[in-house]
């Protein structure tokens, strides 16, 4: 099978997980306790990198804009500087990706060591749906958790920025929070948030999926692993380019 | 439709026909090019036991993930209980299953769940009551004589244990089938010995129809050799058949290149004369 033919397979494999996720939603056992179990895992437990991330992130911001600013007199913009390319672009992005290195390959070798232990065949042997029971509240958990875990991000590199504006560059903070306030619009916010929803979407399909047709033992578990995290991260990167045209239209009066 | 299909055994008025727990009626499968299945017919009835024997990637495995709606058969009709499956949706497939035990060969338990677990596994599911669930669990365990295990992570048992837990977790529900998928693999003698002993009680005691797919001729001296029987104590004791008793609920098949090479009783199969099946037998 040629590249493109096995493109277009995954992509049809992809596509009836889809379809299964959607019916099985309309049927019970939902598996409640299931998604409150990933959301801790995936949540909680992804909380303290992200928020690192976003810490850093914030804090080079200022490092690299602030010699520029301050070369054109606009030292006190240094917050709407942040804030804009935080939470319209970076914290989504970088929190997506975060996310997709730790929880993405986790998801896709927990399944893949399931697929390959043959615990997926004794699932579906025992009359359980692997896609209601397994995927879809990995999914559902994702969707929910990292638009949260993206706001954490954001406001620990809006404090950083600060942070290192005063330190650094003696910014006083009043100035840093009121550039911020007046850079933030409401769309602004609500792009940073709809980003995630979908971000978190596709890297719970992409690595259940790859986690779910894992072959060839445990060298299979560790290349569907690296697929995972590979191909959700692309994903997460191109979807954001639609997604930022997509919302700039929506939300004329900005600019995503 | 289905009795159209069905080959139930007609019996005269008044008495109602048997129809054959599992049946297989030219099933045909192929995987690209190759064929894994090729015209396969076969029946299995309430209580007996069926063996499929074969060497590796001749289609054993298949029959049984065909007979659980894993995969779906190309051509042919696969009755259950004189249901025919191949059209069922997964939802239909779901609820047929629920009346079907599956033994993995490596025991397939869930890692993340205990023993005990493992075996609630398909009650908690259904929503069964707790103490319900508890008694079920340490019904199955006894059976098993893995009782003192309830408590222990999968990764805590040795090979023979998790085949044993996998048994009692497939026969929780009391299916009429239990399909056993090479559970002797890579076993000690006595423990293989002591999941035969579990297949032949199913067999005789609980009168449950199985397919037992294996490649291992002790298998086939134990299960077409012996048959249990229950003492005034309520003790289970394993006799031989010999001239007194003659098994005729255990047949096996023989699968080469997906095509069945011979069906039939155990002193049959001995005295064929093919090379293939003499030297799968005798091992030269």
Redo the contacts between chains.
């Keep these: 099978m040629g590249p493109f033919l096995k493109l277009l397979s995954e992509l049809q494999e992809i596509a009836n997980l889809v379809v299964r996720i959607v019916r099985g939603l309309r049927k019970s056992p939902r598996y409640f306790d299931e998604m409150i179990r990933q959301m801790d895992l995936i949540g909680v437990g992804s909380i303290a990198i992200v928020c690192l991330t976003g810490f850093f992130t914030g804090c080079v911001l200022i490092l690299q804009a602030f010699p520029t600013l301050e070369y054109y007199g606009q030292e006190a913009e240094a917050g709407r500087s942040v804030a804009i390319a935080l939470i319209r672009e970076l914290g989504p992005v970088l929190c997506a990706l975060m996310v997709a290195g730790r929880v993405g390959s986790a998801i896709s070798a927990e399944l893949g060591a399931m697929v390959v232990s043959q615990q997926i065949e004794a699932m579906r042997a025992l009359g359980t749906s692997p896609v209601r029971k397994l995927v879809t509240p990995r999914i559902i958990a994702l969707i929910l958790t990292l638009p949260l875990l993206t706001v954490a991000g954001d406001i620990f590199g809006l404090f950083g920025g600060g942070l290192l504006a005063r330190q650094l560059h003696g910014l006083d903070t009043n100035v840093y929070i009121t550039s911020l306030r007046m850079g933030i619009t409401i769309e602004d916010i609500l792009g940073g948030v709809i980003k995630p929803i979908v971000f978190g979407f596709i890297i719970g399909l992409v690595s259940c999926h790859k986690g779910l047709t894992t072959d060839g033992g445990t060298v299979g578990v560790g290349r569907s692993t690296t697929d995972a995290v590979v191909a959700s991260s692309v994903c997460v990167i191109i979807a954001d380019f639609f997604l930022s045209k997509l919302l700039q239209g929506f939300f004329t009066s900005t600019m995503f | 439709m289905s009795e159209e299909i069905s080959t139930a055994i007609k019996l005269p008025r008044g008495l109602r026909p048997i129809i054959p727990a599992i049946e297989f009626k030219n099933v045909y499968l192929a995987f690209d090019e190759q064929v894994v299945l090729d015209n396969v017919s076969f029946t299995v009835r309430q209580g007996e036991t069926k063996l499929v024997l074969g060497g590796s990637g001749t289609g054993k495995s298949t029959v049984i993930?065909l007979i659980?709606g894993?995969i779906k058969p190309d051509a042919g009709h696969i009755l259950i209980d004189g249901e025919d499956i191949v059209p069922h949706d997964?939802?239909e497939l779901?609820?047929m299953?629920?009346k079907?035990g599956?033994v993995?060969?490596?025991g397939?338990?869930?890692?993340s769940l205990s023993v005990y677990e493992n075996v609630a596994?398909?009650l908690t599911?259904d929503?069964i009551d707790d103490n319900e669930v508890e008694h079920e669990v340490r019904r199955m365990l006894r059976f098993v004589d893995l009782e003192d295990a309830v408590d222990k992570m999968p990764i805590e048992l040795s090979g023979g244990m998790r085949r044993r837990v996998g048994i009692a977790?497939a026969l929780v529900g009391n299916p009429s089938i239990v399909l056993f998928d090479e559970p002797t693999a890579g076993l000690d003698p006595p423990t293989a010995r002591t999941i035969c002993e579990l297949a032949i009680k199913l067999r005789d005691l609980e009168d449950v129809a199985s397919i037992f797919v294996t490649h291992e001729m002790n298998n086939l001296k134990y299960l077409c050799g012996e048959y249990a029987i229950v003492d005034r104590k309520g003790n289970v004791h394993f006799k031989e058949e010999g001239d007194d008793l003659c098994l005729i609920n255990t047949e096996v098949i023989m699968l080469r290149d997906g095509k069945i090479i011979f069906s039939g009783k155990d002193e049959q199969l001995q005295k064929v004369d093919d090379p293939y099946i003499t030297r799968f037998l005798r091992g030269k």
């Excluded at chain 2, 397939?108 to 890692?111: P, Q, S, V």
């Design positions: 993930k659980l894993l997964d939802q779901m609820q299953r629920r079907i599956m993995f060969q490596e397939a338990l869930f890692d596994y398909r599911e929503g977790r």
